[in-house]
Structures are given as structure tokens and as C-alpha cells.
């Protein structure tokens, strides 16, 4: 019988066993190896040209920021738009499929580009950030929020979206905004660590 239902249930299983790796690893001594590790890798970034860039032109820092902030912004309003028409709060009269769609894209360029945008303020502040226990936080949470977004939301919602139970829809609304607010205050945090 567990045989025959095993198939069906692979992605839960799947996550489960991710979510049991991450704990492992939290709780071991691999995480303080790796985070050791990581010292040259972020003292080579400040010597990059992307560092130097960052560190030296302050105007130009300033502006890839105001680029940084924009995209987030933007990825924040694609998440709350798109869950709050999943919690039914709005756009109630626009076909579930079309928002998902058309927020979905927008959160993918705007996350592609608040990344490449993070790399570049990072590599100016390297040695700052990577002691901050907080910036370690923040890019947990953001690993959490884009593997639930490509791994459980998506192909959750890549189905018909109206046979979903209304119940699901909400706790997957519910665990996406708690995940990216999560995301969103640790990086606010960062700004009050420095």
C-alpha cells in the first residue's frame, strides 16, 4: 500500500527531505565551516571591480541602490497583488489565471534584477555585510522564498487554478506573504546594522 502511494506524493516528499537537510545542516558544524569558508570569497569581492566601484563612487552606489529599491518594490507589490487576489481581497472581477501570469513575470524580472543589483551593493560592503548576522538571515529568507515560489507555488498554480481548493489557495497566499515579509524586513534590518 505505502508503495503504491509513494508516487503520487514525490514532491511532498521531496521537500520534506529538503527541509530536513537544511535543519541538519543548521544544527551541525558544516554551517560554521561553510561560513568560515566563505571569509575569502567575500574579501575577494571587495577587491573586484564591482567593489572598488561600490566603494570608491558613491554617487553611482546611490544610484544602483535606488535601482535595488525600485525592484524590490516592485517584486513586493507583484506578491501582494498576486496573493491577495488567491485570498480573494482583490481584483475579483479579473480571472484568477491572468493575475497569477501577469504577476508571476513581473516578479521574475523584478527578482532577477534586485539580485544582480544586491551582488553589485554587496560587493562594496563585503567584509561589513558578512559579519552581520542579519545579511545571513535575509539570504535564508530569500533562498526560502524562491524555492517556494518555483517549487511549490508554481507548479501548485500552473494548474487549474478554480478546481484548487479555496483552502489551499489561502495557505499558500498566507505562507508567501509571510515568507516575503520576512525577506522584506531582514533587508530592512541590514540598513539599521551598519
Same mark, same amino acid.
Given at each position: 500500500?505505502?508503495?503504491?502511494?509513494?508516487?503520487?506524493?514525490?514532491?511532498?516528499?521531496? *521537500?520534506?527531505?529538503?527541509?530536513?537537510?537544511?535543519?541538519?545542516?543548521?544544527?551541525?558544524?558544516?554551517?560554521?565551516?561553510?561560513?568560515?569558508?566563505?571569509?575569502?570569497?567575500?574579501?575577494?569581492?571587495?577587491?573586484?571591480?564591482?567593489?572598488?566601484?561600490?566603494?570608491?563612487?558613491?554617487?553611482?552606489?546611490?544610484? *544602483?541602490?535606488?535601482v535595488h529599491?525600485?525592484?524590490?518594490?516592485?517584486?513586493?507589490?507583484?506578491?501582494?497583488?498576486?496573493?491577495?487576489?488567491?485570498?480573494?481581497?482583490?481584483?475579483?472581477?479579473?480571472?484568477?489565471?491572468?493575475?497569477?501570469?501577469?504577476?508571476?513575470?513581473?516578479?521574475?524580472?523584478?527578482?532577477?534584477?534586485? !539580485?544582480?543589483?544586491?551582488?553589485?551593493?554587496?560587493?562594496?560592503?563585503?567584509?561589513?555585510?558578512?559579519?552581520?548576522n542579519v545579511?545571513?538571515?535575509?539570504?535564508?529568507?530569500?533562498?526560502?522564498?524562491?524555492?517556494?515560489?518555483?517549487?511549490?507555488?508554481?507548479?501548485?498554480?500552473?494548474?487549474? !487554478?478554480?478546481?484548487?481548493?479555496?483552502? *489551499?489557495?489561502?495557505?499558500?497566499?498566507?505562507?508567501?506573504?509571510?515568507?516575503?515579509?520576512?525577506?522584506?524586513?531582514?533587508?530592512?534590518? !541590514?540598513?539599521?546594522?551598519?
Amino acid at each position: 500500500m505505502s508503495r503504491s502511494m509513494l508516487p503520487s506524493y514525490t514532491r511532498s516528499v521531496a *521537500v520534506i527531505a529538503a527541509i530536513g537537510l537544511c535543519l541538519g545542516f543548521a544544527f551541525s558544524n558544516a554551517r560554521l565551516d561553510t561560513y568560515s569558508a566563505l571569509l575569502p570569497l567575500f574579501e575577494w569581492m571587495e577587491t573586484t571591480s564591482l567593489g572598488v566601484i561600490g566603494k570608491t563612487w558613491g554617487a553611482v552606489f546611490a544610484t *544602483v541602490e535606488a535601482v535595488h529599491l525600485l525592484a524590490m518594490a516592485v517584486l513586493g507589490g507583484s506578491v501582494l497583488v498576486s496573493d491577495g487576489r488567491l485570498l480573494c481581497l482583490i481584483f475579483n472581477d479579473v480571472p484568477q489565471r491572468q493575475v497569477q501570469d501577469a504577476c508571476h513575470r513581473l516578479f521574475v524580472w523584478s527578482l532577477l534584477l534586485s !539580485i544582480s543589483t544586491g551582488v553589485f551593493m554587496a560587493c562594496g560592503v563585503a567584509i561589513k555585510v558578512y559579519y552581520l548576522n542579519v545579511f545571513w538571515y535575509k539570504m535564508l529568507a530569500l533562498m526560502v522564498g524562491v524555492v517556494f515560489v518555483f517549487f511549490v507555488r508554481q507548479p501548485l498554480l500552473r494548474h487549474d !487554478i478554480d478546481r484548487l481548493n479555496p483552502w *489551499v489557495l489561502r495557505m499558500v497566499a498566507v505562507a508567501s506573504l509571510m515568507i516575503w515579509f520576512s525577506v522584506a524586513a531582514t533587508g530592512r534590518w !541590514i540598513g539599521f546594522s551598519g
